[in-house]
């Protein structure tokens, strides 16, 4: 059981809201769509469903053509971000409600209600009306309605955004399991790059309506194509500074120099992007060949147990993710530290060069 898109695009009065896409989601996998808000998650997932059609491209379900298949005619189920319940029923006849529609005997009905609420932990509750139940209670249920149906493809548009932290991180460990015995493929859609890395999986970057790279959670993470998909997959997103190389020196923006090591040393001469993620930025050297940069600090947040600085180094703004509680000044300068080791390459034009070397390790 495969989805495979085919060049796969979406055109609304002229403007381009889904590049060509060629996508293959397997059988039993969790795949989340991540990027920033516009980015296409949404208009790629109405495509998937059938809710939308494409401007141009096919999509293949199970090998058979379904590009132009009404959504009431697959086996799709869809959950969006603002989850919706009929209120005046019950969590039980919410549950039920696609079964009858399609016409499933009611002794059926009942086993497969009884088995997905235990599953969504809401057997206590069937007897209840989704206005007595909590916010997550109340997901759970339009998650269950959609999972009763068996559907083969199941699209999950930022279901957890409307939640207290509390709750999406009870969810964000529950989808998987739920995802595990289902045996569907479930295309989750997030903004958040830490609930990508928890969900586990593949990952498909998106940015301005094209898929930047699609492939297993973690090596995406570690190893972007490019600096588009490094800034989509780091929150913060990821830091740039302009850098060159001669014989085995890496000057950095500023004129800092520091030994070209481990993937460096192999750099041809030249001049390139380096890219480093904001938990790298120290403010304190902990690595002997760190690179010290002086920049301006512009605002602290804090979070309780780290800082967020937001820096200016020459122009360029920059946001380090510190370990602890500073007291630091605003409008002074402060210095930074980056571990070479930790420094991602990339050409001009954005494309990856050479991977952080702690990413080759990992």
């Known amino acids: ?25 397997e059988k039993g996998t969790m795949n989340v769509l991540l990027g920033p808000t516009t980015s296409g998650k949404t208009s790629l997932m109405r495509l998937m469903a059938g809710l939308d059609a494409p401007a141009k491209g096919q999509i293949i379900w199970q090998g058979e053509d379904v590009t132009g298949q009404r959504v009431q005619d697959r ?23 696609p079964m009858k529609l399609m016409g499933v005997s009611k002794t059926e009905i009942d086993t497969r209600v009884r088995e997905t609420a235990e599953l969504m932990k809401l057997t206590p509750m069937l007897d209840r009306k989704p206005l007595e139940l909590s916010g997550g209670q ?27 932290y509390k709750l999406r991180e009870e969810m964000r460990v529950e989808i998987p399991k ?18 990508a890395l928890l969900l586990g999986g593949n990952v498909a970057t998106l940015w301005e309506g094209r898929v930047t790279q699609f492939g297993p959670t973690p090596e995406v993470y570690r190893k972007p194509v ?21 014989g085995n020196r890496i000057t950095f923006g500023d004129g800092q ?42 605002v ?3 979070t309780g147990s780290e800082t967020f600085v937001h820096l200016d180094h020459h122009g360029e ?32 034009d954005g494309a990856l060069v050479a991977p952080a070397s702690y990413a080759l390790a990992a």
């Open 1 to 25: 059981m495969t989805l495979e898109l085919k060049g796969v695009s979406k055109v609304v009065e002229g403007q381009t809201h889904v590049y060509p896409t060629d996508l293959t989601l």
């Open 75 to 97: 086996k799709v189920a869809m959950v969006y971000q603002q989850f919706i319940n009929y209120p005046s029923m019950s969590v039980y006849d919410n549950i039920a409600s």
């Open 138 to 164: 109340q997901q759970r249920c339009a998650l269950a309605r959609a999972l009763v149906k068996n559907a083969g493809l199941v699209l999950l548009d930022e279901p957890l955004a409307n939640l207290d």
């Open 178 to 195: 739920i995802f595990e015995k289902s045996g569907a493929i479930f295309v989750y859609a997030t903004t958040e790059p830490e609930e």
């Open 226 to 246: 490019d600096a588009t998909t490094a800034r989509v997959f780091s929150d913060p997103p990821m830091n740039f500074l302009p850098i060159s190389k001669t």
């Open 257 to 298: 120099a520091a030994p070209a090591t481990g993937p460096l040393l192999d750099l041809a001469d030249g001049s390139y992007l380096a890219g480093f993620r904001p938990n790298h930025l120290e403010i304190g050297k902990h690595a002997a060949d760190a690179v010290e940069f002086t920049t301006t600090l512009n």
């Open 300 to 302: 602290t947040e804090l």
């Open 317 to 348: 703004r920059w946001v380090g993710l510190i370990h602890g509680v500073h007291n630091l000044r605003i409008g002074e300068a402060l210095k930074v530290y980056l571990d070479p080791r930790h420094v991602y390459i990339f050409a001009e």
